[in-house]
């Protein structure tokens, strides 16, 4: 059927409404009324799909991704039911008086007066050879050879509250007490009496819940909802740590075993508390699980390749020799894939929410499309990230790479030593987990949303007109304009506007 553009011949005046209508008046109606039909149609349509939080994934898809979490939720859970200790550590252990393993106790500095160091039989420290240790005048520092202190500390709490001991406090002691200062103070019950106390540290806890509640309130203000959910699940975690995982060290369990389930605990409540429950965020789980085992396995090789016996401090030779059932050896590997769970739960969220925002972004992109610019987006996070662990673990052996270095050691020999060899193997493993978590998290993301896009445009419904959703809109069929008489009144005489017939030309 073919259109004109010439006006066509005015209708009669309509009995119910007595008014007429202009020359292809019918026509444009009907055209615009099925044009702005189906553009309606169009428009909610890409509406839903352009506004609000990302569309769930079909239901195919969330079969396949609970065929797979479903399993290992219910393995951690069975095996927190089967290692779970029932106790908190130290429950039912007497306590040796040795280092970390005797009561401590609440006291204060009641008095403070300086002494003779002779009169208390303190050693005079000896001049120090640093080019630092003396003023510009060649003079010695003050408090260097300065006099000594004696502390008289009260304790108060316990059933010795109200007890009084001296503490002497040399010159050259990097701890130094004031008159009301509280300290903790440490007690060893077949000890001499007047030995029986002792100041072990000081007692920092006000600053410490104070920074605790700026960090709270930080968190809240800027995170606001989401911020309380992470807290919730920091939480959640140092509950599972001390809980869980602790005493069931402690009580014999394999700290390999107990690491995992622990963790892996922590994982799925802390990621699906704190990102929801959806395929984003299983997707993020399924690429953490498979780096943490990855790290598993390269620690185990590693470890055991090397020969490290992770008794490499007196805080391990202490819990060893108290608990001589612990295997120390996993307890390094432990530690390995517990401090590697934060920071690779960090990259796989983000990783993770690159793609999805990159498919929103081009819903028509490939996978592979949508993988190469979520991978330039990781190969930036793997830089800082590996960075962050190697600083991370180098701040906390400063103080032995600087033994090291004060001793002018090779620096093969010192890499190759127990404890710094302990620390590198520690932070490459957890390294090379990090990076491979970028790949792999980024590849199955990039998989599930490019297969789910195809599925709900093969089910939608088709647009009134018979034009499937996403085919390009043409001109819309016209609609001939209703008559009365069929072909005989093609051939009556038109009807002007005001009611008068025209003759016919």
Known sequence: MTHSNVPGPAHPPDPASGHGHAPGHDHGQAHGVAHGQAHGHVHAHAHAHGHGPAAP????????????????AVAVLTGLVVLWPGGAPGHGHDHSGVGFDRPTFDAKVVELAEVDCDKVNVQQPPPSSGGGAQSPGGTPRDGEHGPCHKATVEVTEG??????????????????????????????????????????????????VLLAGVFALVVVLVGRLRGVLALVGLIISFAVLTLFILPA?????????????????????????????SARTSVAVLGTLVSLLLIGVLGSLFIGWAQLTGNTDDQTSLVHGLYPGI????????????????????????????VWELR??????????IYR??????????????????????????????????????????ATSEVVAEEIIRTLVGSIGLVASVPVTTLLAALVVSADRSRPQEAAPRVEGGAPPGAPAGPPPSIPAPSSGGPAAARR????????????K
């Not at 929103?360 to 499309?369: F, H, Y």
């Open 57 to 72: 994934v079909s239901r195919h898809l969330r079969k396949v991704i609970a065929a797979v979490l479903v399993p290992f």
């Open 159 to 208: 059933k010795d509250k109200g007890h009084t001991f001296t503490e002497v406090v040399p010159p050259d002691s990097t701890r130094t007490y004031s008159v009301g200062q509280g300290v903790v103070v440490g007690y060893s019950e077949k000890a001499p009496r007047k030995l029986q106390y002792s100041v072990v540290d000081t007692d920092r806890d006000l600053p410490m």
């Open 249 to 277: 060290i402690l009580q014999g369990s394999n700290p390999l075993v107990v690491a995992v389930v622990g963790g892996s605990a922590i994982m799925l409540a802390t990621l699906y508390l704190c990102h929801g429950l």
């Open 327 to 354: 295997e120390i050896r996993g307890l390094l590997l432990a530690g390995v894939l517990i401090g590697s769970l934060g920071v690779l739960d960090d990259v796989t969220v983000t990783q993770t929410s690159a």
């Open 360 to 369: 929103e972004a081009d819903p028509g992109a490939s996978w592979r499309r």
């Open 373 to 414: 610019s979520a991978m330039r987006i990781g190969r930036d996070h793997i830089a800082s990230v590996v960075n962050t662990l190697v600083l991370a673990y180098a701040g906390a052996a400063l103080p032995l790479l600087l033994l090291f270095s004060i001793a002018r050691s090779d620096v093969t020999m010192v």
């Open 493 to 504: 005489p038109a009807i002007g506007a005001r009611g008068r017939r025209r003759k016919p």
